[in-house]
């Protein structure tokens, strides 16, 4: 029989167990490497180019079936030319599990300093044995209840990336699956049987799919996935012949953070994210193998780099071999002047791009489909080069939120 808990300790478990041990994590991971296999699926392609507008009008001119149908092309059709293999793809991923343990060591280091500890207490004159024993015992005990916590949380990140497979997500019940892999259904769900659902439908890839997708983003002896360069200007960009796309969005938004989430299956990559606003300077180059490179680009707006205009405008405008752009927006509160600016620049260089709605395990159900509706509506009226299904994404951290996700499996 299990102690009788103490009701404060009662009450500050059920709040951890709900903040840690809920669905969000999971769902973020998965909309993310949903979003990754299925845009790189040769399938996906069948269904861009009949899909035309949501009004029914087919889009003639709409560039998409180049960079929808590649990756298939290429991993099929081993005689492609290069060239016309670098007309059809993309991806995306991400990074920063090294940077996470370490940072996790330093925690289980640095508190034992930072507490007020012996030093202080006889700075204060406090020369009682009792307290300076006490909080030596404190430190000691800390540190070690932190160190195991670390140890414990490093191996269950190091679990968590098996359950970012889709194989490992196949095995919970059917509604957890359709949470995780398919958050627009779950979305769909909530309108009314009148409202026209054709533009949730268009995406919906198959789990075959998104696991042969998925393999893409393993890495392996003849298929290594790792960070290649960075560059500050366009013209320290690297020539590259494979298909490229990239991720903009605000400052903060979660551009890393998603290709962090994609690269989940990899996790020595290293892809720098921070809660500061402004932390990614340059283009970062992230190779997948042969298939393809992933971009990721510092975010307008808030503390965006002053050369921003010119890295990451001429970037978009002149890059040759950029088949997708991912375009960034927060999931509580849609589409922002600054996002339309960019939308505009998206249309007038011609490229193809999809509106991501990030963070949505942030966002209240109500708020979160009045905000897809939004921007649905937005894209149908105001783009002719956006994709018409937004895609849904969470990426959390690599840190606490996935290794809690795992253990809400277990
Ligand atoms: N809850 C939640 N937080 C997220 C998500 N994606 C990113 N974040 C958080 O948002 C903050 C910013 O993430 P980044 O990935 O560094 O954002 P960014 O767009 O690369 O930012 P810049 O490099 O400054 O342009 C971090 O604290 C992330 O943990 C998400 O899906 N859900
Ligand atoms: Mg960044």
Redesign the pocket.
């Known amino acids: 029989m299990s102690p009788p808990l103490h009701p404060m300790l009662g009450l500050a478990l059920c709040v951890y167990r709900r903040l840690y041990f809920t669905q969000?994590p999971h769902l973020?991971l998965c909309g993310s490497l949903h979003l990754a296999a299925t845009s790189l699926l040769p399938q996906q392609s069948h269904n861009m180019d009949v899909i035309g507008s949501s009004s029914g009008k087919p889009r003639s001119d709409w560039p998409w079936d180049l960079p929808f149908r590649l990756l298939s092309s290429v991993r099929r059709n081993q005689n492609l030319k290069n060239e016309d293999a670098a007309c059809r793809l993309d991806p995306k991923q991400?990074v920063e599990g090294g940077d996470w343990r370490k940072r996790g060591v330093e925690r289980c280091h640095a508190p034992g300093s930072k507490l007020p500890g012996i030093g202080e207490a006889v700075r204060a004159g406090k020369d009682s044995a009792t307290l300076p024993c006490l909080q030596t015992m404190w430190t000691i005990c800390r540190t070690r209840i932190l160190r195991v916590g670390h140890l414990a949380a490093c191996r269950m990140c190091r679990n968590a990336t098996g359950y970012t497979s889709i194989q490992t997500i196949l095995q919970l019940p059917q509604k957890k699956i359709n949470q995780l892999v398919y958050p627009v259904t779950e979305l769909e769900r909530l309108l009314s049987p009148t409202v026209d659902r054709t533009n949730f439908k268009l995406f919906h890839p198959s789990h075959e799919q998104i696991a042969k997708a998925e393999e893409l983003f393993r890495s392996s002896g003849k298929h290594v996935i790792d960070y290649y360069t960075s560059a500050i200007r366009m013209d320290h960009t690297p020539t590259l012949t494979q298909p490229e796309v990239c991720?903009i969005?605000?400052?903060?938004?979660?551009?890393?953070?998603?290709?962090?989430?994609l690269f989940s299956l990899v996790p020595e990559i290293e892809v720098?994210?921070?809660?500061?606003?402004?932390?990614?300077?340059k283009l970062n180059f992230f190779k997948v193998g042969k298939a393809f490179t992933l971009v990721?680009?510092?975010?307008y707006g808030f503390?965006?780099p002053e050369d921003f205009a010119e890295m990451v405008e001429a970037y978009l405008q002149s890059r040759q071999n950029l088949k997708r752009i991912f375009l960034?927006v927060d999931g509580s509160i849609g589409l922002q002047k600054n996002d339309k600016i960019a939308i505009e620049m998206c249309e007038e260089f011609a490229k193809p791009y999809v509106i991501v709605v990030?963070?949505?395990?942030?966002v209240p159900t109500s708020v979160l489909l009045i905000q897809y509706l939004q921007i649905q509506e937005f894209i149908e009226n105001e783009t002719s080069g956006c994709f018409p299904q937004p895609f849904l994404?969470?990426?959390?951290?690599l840190s606490g939120?996935i290794c809690s996700g795992v253990s809400s499996l277990t």
Do not use: E, Q, W, Y
């Not at 969005?249 to 989430?261: C, D, V």
């Not at 990721?296 to 975010?299: F, I, K, N, Q, W």
């Not at 994404?393 to 951290?397: A, C, D, E, G, P």
């Open positions: 969000p973020s991400n991720f969005g605000r400052s903060n938004i979660g551009k890393s953070s998603l290709i962090k989430a720098r994210v921070s809660k500061t606003p402004g932390h990614t300077k990721d680009m510092p975010g503390r965006a960034l990030t963070k949505i395990d942030r994404v969470s990426s959390l951290h939120s």
